[in-house]
Structures are given as structure tokens and as C-alpha cells.
């Protein structure tokens, strides 16, 4: 029997890990001729990264056909640069060099038994196109493992084409009122819902650029969405060249691997105080994995909360220092950043918390609302569970993702579309006690129409993974592609 051996290359940081491990689960458990070894770049500071990775190796939803490889840290051989996605390309690009060497020793390990895989191909993540020339050097096609929407992924073909067709750099779309039309977009697009990092930094622009440009080099592109979900793109965009394999919601369902400084005991006491809550009555606000605040506008938050008067559950999280790429982490004393007295106020509604168990959260009999960053893996987490989400995107294509859930598919409120922190001054930047509350009234209503196209959305979501679902059988034709390209 022909046995096949994929490279999986997620780029540095949690978000990016926990899809691509699932869905490297998802090939194996599909196909018993397939294994998969990942190799896993890490940020500085980065101890999620590793505790990660050991708890899936430790858990039971692993499988032997799934090895891990940590890389050699490179960060003292990068500059230090502000601008993260430059700051990802250089530390990727530094990378290189250790991924040649960790693919010889996995073929000249393989060649070494006759019963092996042989290697099929690298599935590298979309900030990790440069990982395409060492595939080539092995002479085996490259696969992508796109992890946000396919919308996103149109708009960054189209802004290609804007730049090599017709020289249009869009830093120089950083017009307040400039908009323009996607060709399976319905709505106009406007330019302040883009990254920022393509709109004010020539630099970081370029560093996408170059992202985007070899996407085409790539054999196929798999993308963490299902045809139901934005089927306004339409089946051409699905039949484009590299082909494209729309395969999700991918997600850890089980949530058996979520990491938080607190451990078991933290997760617990989060799980046993939603148990005591009424059905859908708590509104959950989490802003991912890199999403923090300042002080003035996490006592707006809380004035908000305490002036609605509905059960919450807060993951209040504390910014890096400035000037350095480094995650949010838990406050020791949450009290001295919230209004005096707050948690006394609020003790019979409302729970504070760092990190926060987001899986086993969204998918509780009590959480009926999500104040959500708009992170492309918690957009489809929510939508799987059935929760509508009110938007406050906080960095990277979270505002694009704000626009297409609140303006193209009706599948969420706003509190804010375009909250980027380079686009408008700190004073406009600050959102409102009174804002934020109307967001969370309205993603409250029990009987609105974006709750029930939600719900309508979740059952798509897992009828898509099933046994004849559209997400299944686009699974089932990749599988076939990588076997069938194996020379």
C-alpha cells in the first residue's frame, strides 16, 4: 500500500497552531495511508507554543501518525523590528535553513524502512510561503493551509492585482472614505476595514505582498470555511487555479488541549459558575489570543457591563509592554484597572477571568452572546455553537472579518467594524460605555433575526463536516490529489 508523508509549517503563535493540528488530525483519521510531521517555529517568549504541543502529544485524541518537531529558536539572529508581520516574515525566513535540514533527516529516516511514507508534499501556512522553495528542492508540490476566509483570501488576490496589474499600492488607499468593489462581494469594501499593516507601512505592505504573490505557486489552497458559510463567492471562486478546498470549520472541538496559566482548577471554576447561570444569558467577551486594552477604556467596558445588568463573563486580559511583539497576560489584581468597587457590584451577574477555555465557553447552555475580536477561528467556533457575535475587532484582518459577518452575511451586531488603532486618533479610538452596552443589548435579544440565521448557520456548519457534506467531500478530494500527485 502507497503510504504518504506531509510536512505541515503553521506559522509562530497559538492561533495559527490549533487549526492546523486539527487538521492534520482530520487527514490522518481520514485516510490510514497518511502521516504527518509538524514542524513548529516558535515566537520569543512564546511558553503556549510547547505546553501546547505536549498536551496534544499527551492527550488521547492524537495519533502516532502525527510527530512533532520542535525548530531551534532564531530569534537572536533577527532584527528587532515593530511591525509584526515583517517580524513573522523574518523570523520564518530565518527558518529555512533548519526546515531543509529537519525534511533530510525525516527522508533519509523513511528511506531507511521499506514500509515508510514516502514524503507527498509541505502544507505551510499562509505566512509561510517562503517554505515553498525548500519543497521544491525536494521536488514535492506545496499545499496551503489558508486560516482565514475565503472572502479574505479573494480580497488579498485582489489587491494583488491592483499592485502588479495596475500599480495601485494600497498605502495608498488610506483614505478615510475610499471604497471599492469585490467582484463576490455585494457590499463595497471600505478600505479602513483592511489590516492596518497594508494601509500605513510600505514596508509591512510589501512583506504581504509577498505573501500573496506565490500563493499561486502553491498546488491548492485548503481553507478553514464551508461553501454554505460564504457561498456568496460562488463555485467559480472555488474552481479558480490553484484549487481551492474549503474543509471546515476546523476546530478543537474538545477543547482538551486549551492552555491557561490557572490550569484544570481555573477551567473548573469557569465551567461550574456558567453551570449555575440561566440558558442563554450570559454575554462572554474574549479578544483572542494577542487582544488587550488600555486602562481608560477597560473601565468603560466595565461601566457598560454593570449598567446592562446581564450576566457576563470577561477574559480581561493585560497589554505587553510597548514597542515589544509579546502576548497579553493574566492581571494578578484585576481590581486596579476596574472601576473601585466593581467586583463587589457585579459578584451576583458577572465573572472576571484571564485566560479563558473559549471552546467549552461557546458551547454552554448558558452563553448567549459573544463580544468577540472577530478572529477568524472564534468567528467559525461561534457560529458552530450557535452564538451571534458583537463585533470590536482589535489587529491583522479582524476588522475585514467584522465587515463581512455585520455587512455581507448578517450574522452579527456591531460595537465597533473599524477599531484600529492606526486608522484614527486615541480620542476616536475610545469607545463608549453607552456604545459598547447597545452592542451587548442587541447581541442579547433572544428573539432577533441574526440569533436565528445563526442558528440556521451552526446546523450548516455541521451538516458540512458530515458524511456527504460539502467541507467531507472537499476533505475526500484533497486526499485524492495528494495520493494522485505522488510521482
Known sequence: MKKAELVFIPSPGI???????????????????????????????????????????????????????????????????????????????AQKQQVQEAVQKLILHNNSDPDSPRLAGFVIDMFCTTMIDIAN??????????????????????????????????????????????????????AKVLPSVILFDKEGATAVRNFT??????????????????????????????????????????????????????????????????????VFLCFGSMGSFNEDQVKEIAYALEKSGVRFLWSLRQAPPKGKVAFPSDYSKPQEVLPDGFLERTAEIGKVIGWAPQVEILAHKATGGFVSHCGWNSTLESIYFGVPIATWPVYAEQQFNA?????????????????????????????????????????????????????????????????????????????????????
Open 15 to 93: 492561533g495559527h497552531l490549533v487549526s492546523t493540528i486539527e487538521i492534520a488530525k482530520l487527514l490522518v483519521e481520514r485516510d490510514d495511508r497518511l502521516s504527518i510531521t509538524v514542524l513548529v517555529i516558535k515566537l520569543p517568549n512564546d511558553s503556549k507554543t510547547t505546553a501546547y504541543t505536549e498536551a496534544v502529544v499527551a492527550s488521547s485524541s492524537i495519533t502516532k501518525r502525527i510527530k512533532f518537531i520542535n525548530l531551534p529558536d532564531v530569534h537572536n539572529t533577527v532584527a528587532e523590528v515593530s511591525n509584526i508581520a515583517l517580524f513573522f516574515h523574518l523570523v520564518i525566513e
Open 137 to 190: 528542492e525536494f521536488d514535492v508540490p506545496t499545499y496551503m493551509f489558508y486560516t482565514s476566509s475565503a472572502g479574505y483570501l479573494g480580497m488579498s488576490f485582489h489587491l494583488q492585482t491592483l499592485y502588479e496589474e495596475h500599480n495601485i499600492d494600497t498605502t495608498e488607499l488610506n483614505v478615510p472614505n475610499t471604497e471599492f468593489k469585490l467582484p463576490y462581494f455585494v457590499n463595497p469594501v471600505p
Open 213 to 282: 504573490r506565490r500563493f499561486k505557486e502553491t498546488k491548492g489552497i485548503i481553507v478553514n470555511t464551508f461553501t454554505e458559510l460564504e457561498s456568496y463567492a460562488g463555485h467559480s471562486f472555488f474552481d479558480t487555479n490553484p484549487t481551492l478546498y474549503p474543509v471546515g470549520p476546523i476546530m478543537n472541538l474538545k477543547g482538551d488541549t486549551q492552555v491557561g496559566s490557572g490550569g484544570t482548577q481555573q477551567r473548573n471554576d469557569i465551567i461550574k459558575w456558567l453551570d449555575e447561570q440561566p440558558l442563554s444569558s450570559v
Open 403 to 487: 465587515f463581512e459577518l455585520v455587512k455581507e452575511l448578517g450574522l452579527a451586531v456591531e460595537i465597533r467594524m473599524d477599531y484600529n488603532r492606526d486608522f484614527y486618533s486615541e480620542s476616536e479610538m475610545f469607545v463608549n460605555a453607552e456604545q459598547i452596552e447597545r452592542g451587548i443589548r442587541c447581541v442579547m435579544e433572544q428573539d432577533s433575526d441574526i440569533r436565528k440565521r445563526v442558528k440556521e448557520m451552526s446546523e450548516k456548519s455541521r451538516k458540512a463536516l458530515m458524511d456527504g457534506g460539502s467541507s467531507y467531500s472537499f476533505l475526500d478530494r484533497l486526499i485524492d490529489d495528494i495520493m494522485n500527485n505522488m510521482s
